[in-house]
């Protein structure tokens, strides 16, 4: 059974940084393009990063580029976000999720396994 499980996440301040990391158990891990969605409280899950299969091509939501950067350890099965001069607004539930594509998709029903989440929480 596939599984993902996230860490990392817990309250900074803002202008801070935070790497939140996810553990894949997926069989198709190193076949799959992995993403970074969020969801702060009230609103809609929405995408932040995504990352191709092989790490050579990456995609970011503009209002995280330039700040947020993803990775992949395919040996290790571990996707990876790093999250710097974070923002009060980057507050979230943070999911990593497994791709049904080689390539990254910014789009919810484009990922077929989902973690749990962690908290990120950014302090003003």
């Known amino acids: 059974q596939a599984q993902l499980v996230e860490s990392g996440g817990g309250l900074v301040q803002a202008g801070g940084s935070l790497r939140v990391s996810c553990a894949a158990s997926?069989?198709?891990?190193?076949?799959?393009?992995m993403g970074w969605f969020r969801q702060a409280p009230g609103k809609e899950r929405q995408f932040v990063a995504g990352?191709?299969?092989?790490?050579?091509?990456?995609d970011y939501a503009d209002s995280v580029t330039g700040r947020f950067t993803i990775s992949r350890d395919n040996g290790k099965n571990t996707v990876s976000l790093q999250m710097n001069s974070l923002k009060p607004e980057d507050t979230a539930v943070y999911y990593c999720?497994?791709?049904?594509?080689?390539?990254?998709?910014?789009?919810?029903?484009?990922?077929?396994?989902w973690g749990q989440g962690t908290p990120v929480t950014v302090s003003s």
């Open positions: 990352i191709s299969r092989t790490g050579g091509s990456t």
């Open positions: 997926v069989r198709t891990f190193a076949a799959s393009a």
């Open positions: 999720a497994a791709s049904r594509s080689i390539w990254p998709s910014r789009a919810i029903h484009d990922y077929n396994y």
